[in-house]
């Protein structure tokens, strides 16, 4: 079944290459095949994100969308492309992550609250937010936590230009489905990034 994969991985790499209006972005495993690949543009009313296998664009493996326009804060489904079913949910602890860690509450199928996502360093998330310039420099490292304990960690790796995180999942438990952590990851990656210190001038 075309969900095994997103079960059988301890390992995934997230890559974004910034673009002039926008940011591509590609899932791979360990060996550095590609599991999935988006394409987001920029000024977004309400987040509608397609993850698709490859970059043609022609299969959809899922999706991430925003559930209510108005919701400042932003809830977030990920819905499985195949099945249109929801695979799980995630929000955005807003106050929180506006003004100090970036932090995300995680939600099971049926909207239960069942862990979080979570900025592992204050000092860090304050130089990226109000730092010009020096901030977008400084790498993240998030931890994902399932019923009080951490389960992954996610670390981003320096590059001047575009990211890239990588996600150790060998203690996610297999029932939980690895695509809800990919998906806020893809989700800090399009809204965070507007919201960090200054960014450097990029290449057109």
Known sequence: ?????????????????????????????????????CKQKLLRLKEDIRIYSDESMSKELFHIKQQQMTDIWGNFAVIDAYTNANLGYFQRKGLKSSFAKDEWEIYDEAQQPIGRMYESSLG?????????????????KVILELDGRPVAEIHQRFKIVGDIWEIDCQNIPLDFDRRVPLSCILLMGTIERRHKGTPLPLPG
């Open 124 to 140: 860090r998330a304050l130089a990226r937010k109000y730092i010009p310039y020096v901030g977008v420099l400084i790498p993240e």
């Open 1 to 37: 079944m075309i969900t095994d994969m997103w079960h059988q991985e301890d390992f995934y790499r997230i890559r974004k290459k910034v673009l002039t209006i926008g940011s591509k972005y590609w899932i791979e495993d360990s060996a550095g095949n590609v599991m999935g690949f």
